[in-house]
Every structure is written in structure tokens, then in C-alpha cells.
């Protein structure tokens, strides 16, 4: 989320201890034009270098984040210029609490969501896309916001018959004041994303990589892992009913002064599309790997409407 994002709803409202048993400090005071040899020797090169630093360089979000969204398998790089187009995407919608990646949920909830994402499509190479994000979900017992904001560069790698690769790499702020005495935090942010088909079924193989490089809490990173398929169910006048479903796993290295193992989930969202409007129903299970990580579950009641067009230029 963004991290994307929340799970489940605590039984109490924890403001200035992070449960799990790590403490927050308190707040202190002062405080496609391109040939192909020079594109393959492009992709070559960030491939590599998401190789070396994406175990180190980690996020959530949940955006997440997302945190978010029906997926697809990313867009091959082909030699040509492909027209940029732009898109809007505005999704809102509600759920029963504000939890992060590392497992701790804050607040007492229920949430409203909300999220606009606008991208411009092949940007420079063709499948690729620049992305700019505002996301807050409020906790409506205390109307309390809790905001995300993010530039983001995904860039399609591979594509092979039914196998594809993208890199995502950029930066994200984050203020949530529920967190801890409040945090006002910097990220460095990174994704791959594997895609292949099996029995004409999708499935993806996600890694989200978080690296907190300044905040007011102990910096550190975290490493959020997915595996998870879309598989359609049936298509009626123009409406694609599709199941979204599969776990995760956060390991984190000293994020918010949290270590280790930290949360298994298991998650499942029924997606019903239909001419750039999508409803997501989901609901995740999470598992606690250390002593005081709830085992609680997550709802969500998520609608994304799509604005999109080519974009001019001269």
C-alpha cells in the first residue's frame, strides 16, 4: 500500500504500543521510441538490479496499497511505438479496520476507503505506465484519517507464451496518526510480479518490497509474499464474475521495530466487472507467527470505476 492495506478488526484500539510486543518510541520534539538492443540492454540491467536489492528494499498495504484491484498479466515489450493513453482509476468503499502488513490492526473501525490512481500508459516503452496515488482509509468511531501517497514506474520485463514479469519501483509517504504516538513516514517501494497460466487459470506470483527510509519510529524494511489466482467464473450481458484467491506472508528486519515471521493470510474476493466498474467483495484470515499478532479476519466492500483515454501529443 500501497501497502495495501487493512485486515481485521482489533478488540481494543492500541494508540502508543505496537502489539506483538514492540513498543513504538514516543514522538520526540524538533521535530516506444527506443531500438531494441537498447531496451533488452535496459531491461537487462533493472532486472538485475531487482535481483540484488529487492530482498532489502520492502512495503505493504496492504495500498497496497491495495494496496489493491483486479490484476492482469502485464503487457510485453515489442519492438514499435505503441500510442500512451491515461487512465483514472476511483475506488471507495468500506471495511471492519485499518491493519497493516506487519499484522497489527488500529483503531476500534469500522473503515471507509478511498483511493484515485492516474496513470499514463506506455509512457516511454510499450506495456509500461507512470502512476501517481492517493489513498486514506478513516476510522468512523473517531472519524481519524490515515493517509498514503505514492509515484510509482512499472515496467513489463517478459513475456513468453504464458509467462510474464513487470517491475515496479518507486517512492511513497505515508502519515497515519493511529499508528503508534503517529508516524510521517518515507518509502522506497519495489515489486516483481510473475504471471503464467495453468489449466487456462492465472496465476500470479507477487513480491512487495518495503524499505522505511525515514520516519519518526525505527526504520527498517519488510518483504510481503503472494500467491494468488483470478479465475473467471462466468461472463452474463457483459458482467465477468471472477474468484480472486491465495495466501501471504510478511517477514519484516526491524520495520517499525518489528522482526521475523509475522503473518500467514489466506484470502478470497469475489470480482464482478462490468465496462469499467468493478465490485469487490473479499474476506481474509490471518494467522499471527509471534506472540501477540491477533488471529482475526478482514472484510471488505471495495467499488472502482475506470476513466481511461489516449492521450494527445504532438
Known amino acids: 500500500m500501497a501497502m495495501h492495506t487493512v485486515n ?13 510486543g514492540n513498543s513504538f518510541p514516543r514522538r520526540t520534539t524538533g521535530c516506444e521510441a527506443p531500438q531494441r538492443g537498447a531496451s533488452h540492454r535496459m531491461s537487462k540491467g533493472i532486472l538485475a538490479l531487482s535481483v540484488v536489492f529487492l530482498p532489502f528494499v520492502s512495503l505493504a498495504q496492504g495500498p497496497s496499497p491495495v494496496a489493491a484491484l483486479t490484476r492482469s498479466i502485464p503487457s510485453p515489450v515489442v519492438e514499435g511505438r ?13 471495511t471492519n479496520t485499518f491493519q497493516l502488513i506487519l499484522g497489527d490492526p488500529f483503531g476500534p473501525g469500522h473503515d471507509f476507503q478511498d483511493k484515485m490512481t492516474a496513470s499514463i500508459n506506455n509512457a516511454f516503452l510499450r506495456g509500461d505506465s507512470v502512476s501517481a496515488f492517493g489513498w486514506s482509509t478513516t476510522d468512523l468511531s473517531n472519524m481519524t484519517p490515515n493517509w498514503q501517497a505514492g509515484l510509482l514506474y512499472k515496467l513489463p520485463i517478459v513475456r513468453r507464451k504464458d509467462h510474464t514479469l513487470s517491475l515496479t519501483a518507486g517512492g511513497q509517504r505515508w502519515i497515519l496518526p493511529l499508528v503508534g504516538p503517529g508516524t510521517k513516514d518515507w518509502f522506497v517501494t ?14 500470479f506470483v507477487s513480491e512487495d518490497a518495503y524499505n522505511l527510509v525515514k520516519s519518526n519510529l525505527p ?3 519488510a518483504l510481503y509474499s503472494q500467491i494468488y489466482t483470478q479465475q473467471p467464473l462466468t461472463k452474463r450481458h457483459g458482467v465477468l464474475l471472477a474468484l480472486r484467491e491465495g495466501p501471504a506472508y510478511t517477514y519484516s528486519w526491524g520495520l517499525y521495530g518489528a522482526s ?18 468493478t ?18 479476519g478482514y472484510w471488505s466492500i ?7 483515454g489516449r492521450l494527445h501529443t504532438e
Open 8 to 20: 481485521d478488526r482489533p478488540e481494543t484500539s492500541r494508540r502508543n504500543s505496537y502489539r506483538g
Open 219 to 221: 526504520t527498517g524494511s
Open 302 to 308: 471495495l467499488f472502482t470505476k475506470q476513466f481511461t
Open 82 to 94: 505503441t500510442p500512451p493513453t491515461w487512465s483514472v482509476n476511483l475506488t471507495s468503499g468500506f
Open 260 to 277: 521475523g515471521n509475522r503473518v500467514v493470510r489466506y484470502s478470497g474476493t469475489l470480482v464482478s466487472s462490468w465496462k469499467g466498474t
Open 279 to 296: 465490485l469487490e467483495t473479499g474476506y481474509r484470515k490471518q494467522f499471527g507467527l509471534q506472540d501477540g499478532i491477533p488471529n482475526n
Open 190 to 203: 519495489g515489486n516483481l510480479t510473475y504471471g503464467t497460466v495453468v489449466k487456462r487459470i492465472p496465476v
